[in-house]
């Protein structure tokens, strides 16, 4: 399922579920205008139709304003003045495909994504990820980290990690058991950035408490207060390592940890996003910060 996009400049833009339109590096449709929020809207599938709902700007159509919008072909969206989106053509098919591994279903909802050590999918270009996976709009591919790249076929099992995976067609009102995540509706997080430790608070959720490099590493991110090379980041933790490979692995060891402990606490795992060498701390607008570095 997918929806295609024309731009004010006439480019098209294909985008599936979950993909993201603002100003930032991170977002699928990367729209670089002043007018434009970092993460300005989202592209969502619920009861058998794609929306485009607002992140952090604002949406509207025929002048209004709009909480959330069910697109159709021909309907123009407006992000800010002069910057409207024309729904070309949407894509929803009876049947979807869905990655099997081990006989469990992951209905294929995003254009893209990674497969964590425990084979859990997850946010595309984590660097502590085991696999890539995308598709092209045709094929799905997998990309195992330091391995050659598969070309994923109904029918057709791949072994990973003694795991088996393969790629099958489900029904797609069975897809739309697991829609997608609505980030204006997820949880609040309330963050406290000592340096040494980090707290991170949810209504009627005990306090989770990060210390140690967790800490560090999540307080400087907050710090920046946008995408930075890791590197950055790694050498201010780090600050006596001569060796650039020693480094390298001690960041990916320190992010896969703290991904991993996310996931282990119920926290959303785009907390922390890693794409391209770039990494940032995601905060929506119901989040609030309390940076005491």
């Known amino acids: ?5 024309r731009l004010p400049s006439g480019d098209t833009a294909l985008l599936f579920p979950g993909d993201i339109i603002g100003r930032l590096w991170r977002a699928e449709l990367q729209i670089n205008h002043p007018a434009v929020s970092g993460l300005h809207a989202y592209l969502s599938h619920r009861d058998g139709r794609l929306w485009l709902l607002p992140l952090r700007g604002q949406l509207h159509v025929h002048g209004l304003s709009a909480r959330e919008v069910a697109l159709r072909p021909g309907l123009m969206v407006t992000l800010a003045p002069a910057l409207p989106l024309t729904v070309v053509s949407i894509h929803l098919p009876a049947e979807l495909s869905a990655l099997s591994i081990d006989g469990q279903l992951h209905p294929l909802t995003h254009s893209r994504f990674t497969l964590s050590a425990d084979l859990v999918p997850g946010p595309a270009g984590a660097t502590d990820a085991l696999a890539d996976c995308w598709t092209t709009g045709q094929d799905w591919y997998l990309q195992p980290r330091g391995g050659e790249r598969v070309r994923l076929e109904a029918g057709t099992q791949v072994d990973l990690l003694g795991r088996k995976l393969s790629l099958v067609d489900v029904r797609s009102s069975s897809a739309e058991a697991e829609p997608t995540l609505d980030p204006g509706r997820a949880e609040a997080l309330h963050l406290i950035f000592q340096f040494e430790t980090v707290q991170i608070q949810r209504d009627g959720s005990p306090v989770v408490l990060f210390s140690g490099l967790q800490a560090r590493a999540l307080s400087l991110l907050a710090e920046f207060g946008g995408p930075v090379h890791w590197q950055i980041v790694a050498n201010e933790i780090w600050r006596r390592a001569e060796d650039a490979q020693q480094v390298r692995r001690r960041w990916d060891r320190l992010l896969w940890a703290l991904r991993r402990r996310l ?3 119920g926290i959303r795992q785009d907390l922390v996003m890693s794409k391209l060498g770039q ?7 119901a989040d609030t910060v309390d940076l005491r570095t």
């Open 263 to 265: 996931r282990s606490e």
């Open 279 to 285: 990494v940032d701390l995601v905060l929506y607008a």
């Open 1 to 5: 399922m997918s929806a295609r996009l």
